[in-house]
Structure formats: C-alpha cells, structure tokens
C-alpha cells in the first residue's frame, strides 16, 4: 500500500535549510531519518507496541513552489512479518484474526498523523523564523546609539536645532520606523520672478524656499553625502544672503573655513 502527504510553507529560507529543520524534527518521531541523494528517507513513524504489524517507509522531496516550498511524502505502508504471523496463529479462532487486521489499519492513520505533525513543525519553525527576520518592530541598541551619534554631529554643526534633536532622539528610543535613503537631493528649487511683486513676500518666499533648501543639506549629510551638503548650503548664502538659513549655513561652513 502506498499513500502520499503533502504541504506547502512559504518561506524565503534556503532548501537546505528546510532539509535541515525536516531532518531534525522527524528524527524526534521516527526510528531513523537519514538523507538518500535529494530525499529524506524516514523509517519507522511514531513507533509502538501496536505498530509490530507494520513497516512503513516513507521518502520525504522538498520541491521548489512559488514563494516556498512543497513538501511531498510518499509513504509505503505494508504489514510486517510479525503481523503475519499473529494472522496464522489467530486464523483459526473466532475472531482473534481481526485483532492483527485492526491494528494494521489504524497504524496507518498514526503514520500519517506523525508525517503531518512533522511537516508542521517545520513549516511552523522556518515561518516563524523569517517572520522574525523581516518584521523587527524595534531598533537595535548599536543601530539606535549610531544614530544618536549622527544626530550629535549634526546639532554641532548647527544643522538641526536643540529642538530637532531632542524630537529626534526621544523617536530613536521608542519605536522607530526604517528611514528611506536619499539617493539624490532634489534640485534646489528656482527663485520665481513676478511683477510688482510686494517686498514682505519676496522676503517670506526667500525664506521658504532657503528652509526647504536647508532642509535637503541636512538630509544629504544625514546620508552621507556631505559634498552635496555643503554645496547646498554655499547655494543659499549666495542666492539667500539675508535669510536665517543663510545664517545658520554660514555657522555651519564657518568650521570648515578655519580647518582650511
């Protein structure tokens, strides 16, 4: 007699570490587990006094699936010696023959029921794994003091305020979200020209649009791109010379100037 069971996990872990994890937890469920080329080959499935009237081998593929894996178990299920020779012996009684006969069958569910037991384990164990992985709802310790480190080189250079750094901060220490790199700044932005236009609202575009500016300077050099950064803020003292962001880019280049 032969039968199949089958599962699919979805995991992105390595197929040899599926085999791996099968290996480990049918060994706890059978009397042997033991690779054989691709397949896992287990013998013996949750052993009992009852299941002396059968053998059973059972060969276990991982095959690759969409987004995981299927595991197939082709299990051949068939009576033991023993068991024939308790149907000899109780062959002539009344109804002692059935006794072998019974047991044999529902040995076969107790196979079946171990084989979905361990293909659950697994399944259980390498999903929750990657879950773990790829899920982390807080920051490490190292991560978290490395950007605190960050945060304290920019409050030096004056190009986040005290305020800015103490938002920040108390945000590392909780729960923080994974923050998107810039690659590249986005150009710094044209000063529009209109007629006859009010001298308090050129004064309130200028210093809008040297904020917005300032602003990118800190997130390039938040990113590494310190280059970008002080090109930025050399853009605004030159097209913004009398806004507080100039200001505060001038204080900001100023130790870089005397370094030189």
């Not at 109780?90 to 529902?106: A, G, S």
């Amino acid at each position: 007699m032969r039968f199949q069971v089958t599962e699919r996990i979805t995991t992105n872990a390595a197929i040899t570490d599926v085999g791996a994890s099968m290996q480990a937890n049918f060994q706890r469920i059978a009397s042997s587990a033991k690779p054989v080329g691709s397949i896992l080959r287990v013998t013996s499935i949750q052993a009992s006094f009852g299941s002396i009237n059968r053998t059973d081998v059972t060969d276990i593929e991982i095959r690759p699936a969409e987004n995981g894996y299927l595991l197939v178990a082709d299990v051949k299920y068939r009576p033991s010696v023993a068991f024939w020779v308790i149907l000899i012996i109780t062959l002539f009684t009344w109804v002692f023959w059935l006794i072998p006969i019974i047991f044999y069958i529902l040995q076969k569910d107790t196979v079946k029921r171990g084989i979905e037991e361990g293909f659950r384990n697994v399944k259980n164990e390498l999903e929750s794994s990657v879950s773990s992985k790829q899920n982390p709802s807080i920051a490490s310790p190292n991560s978290a003091i490395a950007d605190l480190e960050k945060l304290g080189s920019l409050l030096t250079q004056g190009l986040i305020t005290q305020q800015e750094f103490d938002e920040q901060k108390r945000q590392l220490l909780g729960v923080r979200a994974t923050p998107i790199p810039m690659q590249t700044p986005p150009p710094v932005p044209a000063t529009p020209t209109h007629a006859a236009r009010p001298a308090a609202s050129i004064v309130s575009d200028n210093e809008s649009q040297a904020a917005n500016s300032f602003s990118q300077a800190r997130d390039c050099l938040n990113n590494g791109q310190k280059e970008m950064a002080i090109e930025i803020l050399k853009d605004i003292i030159k097209r913004f010379p009398e806004t507080n962001a100039a200001a505060r880019a001038r204080k900001s280049l100023a130790p870089r100037t005397k370094s030189q």
